[in-house]
């Protein structure tokens, strides 16, 4: 007996170690461990009084929610047999709800090995709007559009991203304020046929538009002159009057540019979720005790197979979001932005090397666009830009968006764009 058990045991393990090897380099999918039957609480007849048992209230039954099978597969591998049971479960339904028991079936017992789970997402499209302010000094459109960048990386905490592009068409300009500004009002006088050049034939003040002018300076001429002793003498005089007034107005202090971001923001939302449980059989020996429930024992070899290959899905997932792009370098060149290539910044290397980009720009002239999430790991540190033997520094100043920077070699001028 055995001698041949053996070999049938051996044949289960090598089969049990195949599948779980062969389910490993599906994405998303987790392996449980099958859940070996609790045992039974002892009843109340067999630790009380008899008596006391027939006052007691009789207990309610206890419903469980019934979940079926969508599909059941028979494998058959030599001496090998697998039954898999797929079920299709909603969010509000309960994974804990699958049957575990073991059963019986055409001559073969069958135990519940592992539970496999594999989520179906779907993804959530819809449009999306967002407005942009800039605050600027002036109101010409033609240098404000070359202050916005093209396109802008929308993320909100629904869990929606996107590229949004600018829709030049709601580009709007508003005064930001106004603020007092001072000058002087000026006008001129004459008065001719004055007898002398004394300061007392002249008015020392004047009206002009409703406003007091006062006299600031006054210039003397000869209008007329007389010959006396074969000199010329002056005879009549003409006094130009300068007057003067302090006055002030109101003035834009600055203006604010609105402008609206369009396009289309996707979410991917969790749909059913597919868990297959996985039952392996062993045939029944009519000489054999069947095995008291809950005494079979776990083989551990496919948890051990599981483990190694989420830790390796955990492993390159965090290595695609450490070492992704995370700044968008764009060449200016005749009022114009183009994608120039992407790169990656970070707290512990802040600089980015643009030298192999020099000559796609209008003099090295470039803007930088730092993703939301390296901006805020580098707001208040320094970062470098380096063009060839230039390099420019600046100091992060994070305000909750993807931070732009426009870079100008040339010149050896960097500046935040707001």
């Not at 002892?42 to 027939?54: L, S, Y």
């Not at 020099?358 to 390296?374: P, V």
Request: with cysteine.
């Amino acid at each position: 007996m055995k001698n041949r058990l053996l070999p049938r045991l051996t044949r289960h393990v090598r089969a049990v170690i195949l599948a779980a090897l062969c389910a490993l380099p599906l994405c998303g999918i987790t392996v449980f461990a099958a859940e070996e039957g609790a045992p039974d609480l002892p009843r109340a007849a067999e630790t009380q009084d008899p008596a006391a048992v027939t006052d007691m209230a009789p207990a309610p039954a206890r419903s469980e929610p019934e979940l079926y099978p969508a599909d059941v597969q028979t494998i058959i591998d030599g001496d090998m047999r697998q039954i898999v049971k797929t079920y299709s479960l909603a969010p509000e339904q309960n994974p804990a709800d699958i049957p575990r028991d073991s059963f019986e079936r055409g001559g073969w017992r069958y135990s519940l090995t592992d539970i496999t789970e594999k989520r179906i997402s779907g993804t959530d499209i819809r449009p999306h709007i967002e407005t942009v302010e800039i605050t600027t000094d002036t109101k010409d459109l033609n240098a404000i559009i070359k202050l916005l960048s093209p396109t802008l990386d929308y993320e909100d905490e629904d869990g929606y991203a996107g590229l949004l592009t600018l829709d030049l068409s709601t580009v709007k300009c508003e005064e930001a304020g106004y603020k007092s500004s001072s000058y002087t009002v000026t006008a001129t006088r004459e008065y001719p046929h004055l007898s002398t050049n004394d300061l007392s034939l002249i008015p020392k003040t004047i009206s002009e538009n409703g406003r007091t002018l006062s006299l600031e300076d006054v210039a003397w001429e000869a209008q007329q002159t007389v010959n006396v002793d074969y000199d010329e003498l002056p005879y009549s005089y003409r006094a130009v009057a300068k007057y003067t007034a302090s006055a002030s107005k109101t003035v834009a202090a600055g203006y604010v540019t609105a402008a609206d971001y369009v396009g289309e923001v996707a979410r991917t939302s969790a749909g059913e979720t597919i868990y297959a449980a996985y039952f392996v059989g062993k045939e029944i020996d009519p000489l054999t005790p069947k095995p008291a429930q809950g005494g079979t024992p776990i083989n551990l070899a496919p948890f051990i197979f599981a483990a190694l290959g989420l830790a390796a899905l955990l492993g390159g997932s965090l290595a695609f979001f450490f070492l992704r792009p995370n700044v968008k370098i764009y060449a200016i060149s005749e009022g114009k932005y183009a994608l120039a290539a992407k790169g990656k910044i970070s707290a512990k290397s802040p600089a980015i090397d643009l030298t192999p980009l020099e000559g796609r720009s209008d003099g090295g002239r470039f803007e930088l666009e730092i993703k939301r999430f390296a901006a805020r790991s580098l707001s208040g540190k320094t970062v470098e830009a380096r063009c060839g033997p230039v390099s420019l520094k600046h100091q992060i100043a994070y305000e909750g968006n993807a931070y732009r920077i426009e870079a100008d070699f040339s010149a050896k001028a960097i500046r935040a764009i707001y």
